[in-house]
T-cell receptor
Framework: GAGVSQTPSNKVTEKGKYVELRCDPISGHTALYWYRQSLGQGPEFLIYFQGTGAADDSGLPNDRFFAVRPEGSVSTLKIQRTERGDSAVYLC?????????????FGPGTRLTVT | SQQGEEDPQALSIQEGENATMNCSYKTSINNLQWYRQNSGRGLVHLILIRSNEREKHSGRLRVTLDTSKKSSSLLITASRAADTASYFCASGGSNYKLTFGKGTLLTVNP
């Protein structure tokens, strides 16, 4: 079956603009995660959904970042008033469940560049 | 913040040699996972070892876990040029979060 997909693969935006990044998880996976990876670093957790609700958004850096998953499948990460420091690869992952230590299946990521 | 640290940061070997990467973490875990990443994009899950396991094998991969030392190692035997990638360990607690290290960049020269 299809893996996790993310669109767009690349996004270049000007400082101060609003962007939306989309994640389409593996069908049937109830848990969905967003991570951010800066150059030379490992992924850092942003937010986790179990079903439609954001169970933990403690990794979001500030209130410019927001994510939704209205129907428990596709998720959108929204960044307002983008800053150059937001430039990174944004990774989405899904797993069958959040409990029990399941492996996470990652999408190819969206490379965001804020100029 | 990142919890784990991989060692070494970079490793260059010849095809056919074995590659060993180490990982340390700071808090108690439920499981530890290793991922591979090519060209800075999506991560591919390699292996998961639970806190009550000490060693696990998958093909040419061997992972060990020492919870008393809060460390893990990944051994890739008979390396191939296609193994060239960044390798990350990720610690999983009793919750759902994965905390990644900074990774080891492995280069396998043909």
């Amino acid at each position: 079956g299809a893996g996790v997909s993310q669109t767009p693969s690349n996004k270049v935006t000007e400082k101060g603009k609003y962007v939306e990044l989309r994640c389409d998880p593996i069908s049937g996976h109830t848990a969905l995660y967003w991570y951010r990876q800066s150059l030379g670093q490992g992924p850092e957790f942003l937010i986790y959904f179990q079903g439609t609700g954001a169970a933990d958004d403690s990794g979001l850096p500030n209130d410019r970042f927001f994510a939704v998953r209205p129907e428990g499948s596709v998720s959108t990460l929204k960044i307002q008033r983008t800053e150059r420091g937001d430039s990174a690869v944004y990774l989405c992952a899904s797993s069958p469940s959040a409990t029990g230590g399941y492996e996470q299946y990652f999408g190819p990521g969206t490379r965001l560049t804020v100029t | 913040s990142q919890q784990g640290e991989e060692d070494p940061q970079a490793l260059s070997i010849q095809e056919g040699e074995n590659a060993t990467m180490n990982c340390s973490y700071k808090t108690s875990i439920n499981n530890l996972q290793w991922y591979r990443q090519n060209s800075g994009r999506g991560l591919v899950h390699l292996i998961l070892i639970r806190s009550n396991e000490r060693e696990k094998h998958s093909g040419r991969l061997r992972v060990t876990l020492d919870t008393s030392k809060k460390s893990s190692s990944l051994l890739i035997t008979a390396s191939r040029a296609a193994d060239t990638a960044s390798y990350f360990c990720a610690s999983g607690g009793s919750n759902y979060k994965l905390t990644f290290g900074k990774g080891t960049l492995l280069t396998v020269n043909p």
